[in-house]
């Protein structure tokens, strides 16, 4: 067991885990204070110094509501850090979740990958596994160990042939020992994989999100396709040059979540009445109307809804 207490300040209350690289202790704080329980990671060999020194340099420059902050550190003699002590479930205990709770989730994280990709920070282990709760029920994110900056000559820290991320949430380029150029596009491909599984419990293979593993095939939820077509086409997707930035990807998800709010889903029957809210639209056949612009005059197709209920009626412009 090491040293009972870690800067004078760190009491370990009993080990919580223990990494690869790391010890992670329950920790007390005799400086008093409103937490009475922290996290204290230790670094196990001290030969990974430098990746543990940019560990704590990523996180204290991301001051963000869903990132875990480092409250104090030191590298000598014996590296460690402390961070908040969250007790919630993590993300995979949570799963499967109702739409709109999932994507609400999903908006936050994305929100704090923003964040830390305009901080030229990219966190390469994005999983269920890293995701906590606090005690307002608020999705956290932990554990950049694996993080990269992308900063002029920032030096890669691992072999091109040691394995980077969950297999399951692995971006296709990191895999077979390749040395890929690292880009954001690797957190957006693991947030993609993530909706996915907090919404089914599920993981899918690689890029396969069509067919039978489209969302609205597995729910019969018709909204869903908006997620299929609007953020799993632009996330899981294998060229990382398709792929989302996260500043777009947080934009479409929060237009996506106030279209499904609004239970508005333009062209899919079967989708609520903007009108009542109680009724159903029922497609009719297709109708040719002229559309009339300043000066301009030509025809186009339209599909017609009809609500079930109130009879309100929506024409949506398809195929001219």
């Not at 297999?167 to 890929?180: D, F, K, R, S, T």
Request: hydrophobic residues 35%.
């Amino acid at each position: 067991m090491p040293s009972k207490t870690y800067g004078e300040r760190w009491q370990i209350l009993r080990q919580y885990k223990e990494s690869g690289q790391s010890h992670i202790f329950v920790v007390r704080d005799l400086h008093g204070g409103e937490r009475n329980e922290f996290i204290l990671k230790r670094l196990k060999n001290k030969n990974r110094i430098k990746r543990f020194e940019r560990e704590i340099d990523a996180i204290q420059s991301l001051e963000h509501p869903n990132i875990a902050p480092i409250v104090d550190f030191s590298l000598d003699p014996c590296p460690y850090y402390v961070s908040n002590f969250y007790r919630g479930p993590i993300l995979e205990e949570k799963a499967p979740l109702p739409v709109l709770e999932a994507l609400t989730i999903f908006e936050q994280l994305v929100d704090a990958i923003a964040f830390a990709h305009e901080r030229k920070v990219i966190h390469r282990d994005l999983k269920p596994e890293n995701i906590v709760f606090d005690e307002n029920d608020k999705p956290i994110i932990i554990d950049f160990g694996l993080c990269y900056f992308l900063k002029e000559g920032s030096t890669r820290l691992t072999s091109s042939s040691e394995p980077i991320g969950s297999h399951y949430y692995m971006a296709p380029e990191l895999e077979g020992g390749q040395n890929p150029k690292i880009t954001p596009a690797i957190d957006i491909y693991a947030l993609g994989k993530i909706l996915y599984f907090i919404l089914f419990k599920k993981h899918i293979v690689r890029e396969n999100i069509e067919e039978g593993n489209r969302l609205e095939r597995l729910s019969y939820k018709s909204q869903l396709e908006y997620i299929s077509e609007r953020i799993l086409k632009r996330t899981v997707v294998l060229n990382p040059d398709d792929r989302y930035t996260a500043s777009d990807l947080l934009i479409e998800t929060q237009n996506i979540k106030q279209l499904i709010i609004e239970h508005y889903y333009p062209g899919l029957a079967g989708s609520k009445c903007r009108y009542c809210g109680e009724g159903v639209y029922k497609e009719y056949p297709k109708a040719t109307l002229p559309i009339r612009t300043p000066g301009v005059e030509q025809d186009g197709t339209f599909r017609v809804f009809v609500c079930s209920r109130c009879m309100n009626v929506q024409w949506f412009l398809g195929e001219s």
